[in-house]
């Protein structure tokens, strides 16, 4: 859930916050699930290019550590499939808001420009620290994604293409992630509607990672403009 405000002609301020059930079962043993909430995501964010169908924004996002593991191992395994998958499913987007026992601190750098009246296009940088509130090093973080779509009257499909790279391993000795996205974004008046299905390529959760491990996602959310 997602929710903004423009506090004035070139600033506005954000608030997401998200929350993921999943259940799994190992051979030989019960069905166990877990549910959780994420980091709840603020950001400030500026407009420093607005208008003739071009735009750029930079803003500051952070979060306080509500994503926090509860100590005993079976719980703990648990709560890890957990964020893990939240994440995965997702394609890695906004990782910090599953990143566990840390406080994120995010600048966000957006980009998006329409050409040829129909052709829209877009770039993210994301770089970000995961300030550590426990024993666990803190880590760097860095999200950087391109998009091209097609608008087709209120309709505008496209493909996104993201790459999450971190200081610490996501998984085993790997300490990137790649992932792409299907997604068709609709508009009608202040009504917005959008539908992905996302993939990760490469290992440690995609199709060229160990067998058995591709994560896939998909999402469909809308919301109002007031």
Do not use: C, K
């Amino acid at each position: 859930m997602a929710a903004g405000a423009r506090l004035n002609g070139w600033l506005s301020a954000t608030l997401d916050v998200t929350a993921a059930w999943t259940t799994f079962q190992v051979e030989g043993e019960a069905r166990r699930s877990s549910f959780r909430f994420g980091n709840p995501f603020v950001t400030l964010q500026a407009a420093l290019v607005a208008g003739r169908g071009r735009s750029i924004h930079a803003g500051l996002g952070a979060a306080p550590p509500l994503t926090t593991f509860p100590g005993t191992i079976p719980a703990n395994t648990e709560v890890e499939y957990n964020y893990a998958v939240a994440s995965a499913a997702r394609g890695f987007a906004d990782p910090w808001m599953w990143a566990p026992n840390a406080i994120p601190i995010a600048l966000l750098l957006r980009s998006r420009a329409e050409l040829l009246a129909r052709v829209v296009i877009g770039a993210e940088l994301d770089p970000a620290v995961l300030v550590s509130v426990n024993s666990t090093p803190s880590r760097l973080a860095i999200v950087a994604a391109a998009h091209a779509g097609l608008r087709l009257g209120p309709v505008t499909p496209g493909l996104r293409v993201q790459m999450l790279a971190q200081s610490a391993p996501l998984a085993g000795r790997n300490f990137s992630q790649w992932s792409a996205a299907l997604y068709a974004h609709a508009e009608l008046e202040a009504v917005f509607v959008r539908a992905q299905g996302v993939v990760n390529v490469d290992a440690p959760f995609g199709l060229a990672g160990q067998r058995g491990a591709t994560v896939w996602g998909a999402s469909l959310g809308g919301g109002i403009l007031l």
